[in-house]
């Protein structure tokens, strides 16, 4: 692992300004780009040390607050250890903030963190790469879908909701998508059933996506957050060693 540099920059998008973490090797060479989407906590020190992990294998690191609309992050104010069966109205306040991020918004916000990447003198020209966690994995197929000519991989970790009957529903993206995917399941997630699981893979098969889509026996939705009782050791190293293994494939 490499020395690390991170900052915290803005934004300009279509509907406001975004505020974000950019991360990537000390040294300032241009790096391949990595989009890394939150899950539904949002930025805090957990996700801003996941992504320095990642910007010390040598890749330059951007993760916005997709809820900007509502705010800098944090959007909700959380504790350092967040167990949702401590507070019962976490999921009250998250929900509606989740639930207002649009697939459309998710496109031209993507627009902007994908162009502002490539002007970007740490980033390396080319396309750039996604990875997401929880609602993040949804926003790596709007993105890849939206975007194929600027999306090489995408990856997806306990992902929830992505092959629903909603007529925007995230597998329906398969045919515009270009990009290698890599989709690690969490076996006990009730926001994806086998029935969806199994929707996905056929869409992304009939599509002719190149993918790999597996599922992590025993792991519970979330199992990558150390800051909450879903994490899984085991399950996250598992995800460190695919998420590093597409990446150096696309890189």
């Known amino acids: 692992m490499t020395d690390v540099q991170a900052t915290a920059v803005d934004i300009p998008t279509e509907d ?8 990537h090797p000390a040294d300032g ?14 930025l805090r020190p957990y996700l801003r040390s996941m992504a320095d992990r990642l910007a010390g294998a040598g890749y330059t690191v951007l993760v916005p607050n997709v809820f900007y609309r509502l705010g800098r992050a944090p959007v909700l104010r959380l504790p350092e250890f967040i167990d949702p069966g401590a507070d019962p109205t976490l999921w009250e306040r998250l ?11 998710v496109r031209r916000d993507a627009d902007a963190y994908l162009r502002w990447l490539a002007d970007s003198p740490v980033a390396a020209d080319g396309p750039a790469a996604l990875t997401g966690y929880c609602m993040g994995a949804r ?5 890849a879908g939206a975007h194929p000519d600027r999306v090489a991989a ?11 009957d909603d007529p925007d529903s995230p597998h329906l993206q398969a045919p515009d998508i270009t990009a290698e995917l890599y989709f690690g399941h ?11 699981v199994a929707r996905f893979e056929e869409a992304l098969t009939a599509a002719g996506v190149r993918h790999t889509c597996e599922v992590y026996a025993g792991a519970h939705h979330g199992y990558t957050q150390a800051d909450t009782p879903a994490y899984d050791q085991e399950a996250d190293e598992r995800h460190w ?4 293994g597409l990446l150096k494939r696309t890189f």
């Open 241 to 244: 060693a695919a998420l590093l």
């Open 29 to 42: 060479r241009p790096r391949p780009a990595v989009l890394f989407y939150q899950d539904a906590y949002g």
């Open 139 to 143: 926003l790596v197929l709007w993105t």
């Open 95 to 105: 929900g509606p903030i989740v639930a207002g991020l649009t697939p459309d918004q």
């Open 154 to 164: 995408g990856a997806g970790f306990h992902g929830g909701r992505l092959a629903t």
């Open 186 to 196: 969490a076996d006990e997630d009730p926001s994806l059933p086998p029935e969806q």
């Open 16 to 23: 406001g300004v975004a505020d974000a973490y950019l991360v």
